[in-house]
């Protein structure tokens, strides 16, 4: 059976369009298929302050450099405003504002349910990031109707919050920038489950994101031979904002782990509790069949769907299904190349 594409990658971010950009250059026909309306959407939909950990020349996409502008460090709206112009530039094919719900192994092709139509592709690349579908904990149902609750993804700004305390549950990086910002505005507390450390002042040094970009390209997905070493030559979890200093400056307390909730409290686990007009839940995400990203992908005509493990450079068990992963933009980036080179190899 033909296939109408020689790839076809789900997800136009940085992932996707460096995956694109080297196929492409190879000779090799490609569709980016992405479910946001314009490239870059997946950003602009993150809360206003938002800030990037790596600076922009770190940023950059193959064959064009990021903008330059006063921080250092670019904001959302940088980084979605670059994707845009970047598919825009390399005249990649694109089909915006659809989900790929399937994907599965038909003879030496795939089938890739997308929106209405199937199509047929010789290689799959999911560059999407496999966890959109966000993950609220079960006890959010014992909360009141009058109490809002959002899920971190789809926080924008403090002033939009009604008047009244805010509960953040969560401590990871987006919880701990969110209650931090939201304490100026509104009496706060946040859930502490694990808690991670300050990062080094070199966090916020362009010059030291530099070595972590030559241990990337040096060690590749084998950091872990490295973790005797400081940061940045060994990948670390930090939490960049400072939640003793907030607590101090604007009152925000800090919570153990969130355990229940009961009409308009949530209770944490050394039992005590507090009020809460607004529960923002940065809890995280879970693969889900409608994700953008999180195609479920099946082995191959009436099979049953096959857990993925993902192997070096992307590889999958299904031969030409790679995964794009990262934890920063340049990584996500050399990541994609990488995958791209196994694309082509494989012919």
Do not use: C
């Not at 594409?5 to 369009?17: C, E, M, P």
């Not at 790929?100 to 999911?126: K, N, P, Q």
């Not at 502490?192 to 994101?209: H, V, Y």
């Not at 590749?220 to 607590?247: F, I, K, N, S």
């Amino acid at each position: 059976m033909p296939a109408d594409t020689d790839a076809l990658i789900v997800g136009a971010g940085h992932g996707g369009l460096a995956v694109a950009h080297d196929l492409v250059r190879a000779g090799r026909e490609v569709l980016l298929v992405d479910a946001h309306p314009r490239v870059g959407d997946a950003w602009r939909k993150r809360w206003d302050s938002l800030r990037l950990f790596t600076p922009r020349d770190l940023d950059a996409l193959p064959e064009m450099a990021f903008p330059t502008g006063d921080d250092a460090f670019p904001n959302k709206d940088e980084v979605a405003d670059y994707q845009e112009r970047y598919a825009k530039e390399m005249h990649f094919a694109l089909r915006l504002g659809s989900v790929v719900r399937a994907v599965r192994r038909v003879g030496d092709v795939f089938e890739s349910a997308v929106g209405t139509d199937v199509i047929r592709a010789r290689s799959v690349v999911i560059a999407g990031g496999a966890f959109h579908a966000p993950l609220i904990p079960d006890f959010a149902s014992h909360l009141d109707a009058s109490v809002l609750q959002l899920h971190s993804s789809d926080y924008r700004r403090a002033r939009d919050l009604p008047e009244g305390p805010v509960v953040v549950v969560g401590s990871a990086n987006s919880g701990g920038e969110i209650a931090v910002e939201v304490a100026r505005e509104r009496p706060t507390t946040i859930a502490i489950g694990t808690r991670k450390p300050l990062p080094p002042k070199r966090w916020r040094s362009p010059t030291w994101w530099k070595l972590a970009l030559l241990r990337d390209r040096v060690f590749h997905e084998r950091t872990a031979y490295v973790a005797w070493l400081p940061w940045p030559l060994r990948a670390g979890g930090y939490l960049e904002a400072d939640l003793d200093r907030a607590a101090i400056a604007d009152g925000l307390r800090l919570a153990p782990r969130a355990v229940d909730a009961a009409a308009d409290r949530v209770r944490f686990v050394d039992g005590s509790e507090v009020p809460a007009r607004t529960v923002i839940w940065a809890t995280g995400f879970v693969a889900g069949e409608e994700a953008p990203a999180t195609p479920l992908v099946i082995a191959g005509g009436e099979h049953p769907a096959t857990p993925l493990v993902i192997g070096r450079h992307g590889r999958t068990t299904v031969p030409g299904l790679h995964v794009v992963r990262g934890r920063f933009l340049f990584a996500i980036s050399r990541h994609a190349r990488d995958v791209a080179r196994d694309v082509i190899r494989r012919g």
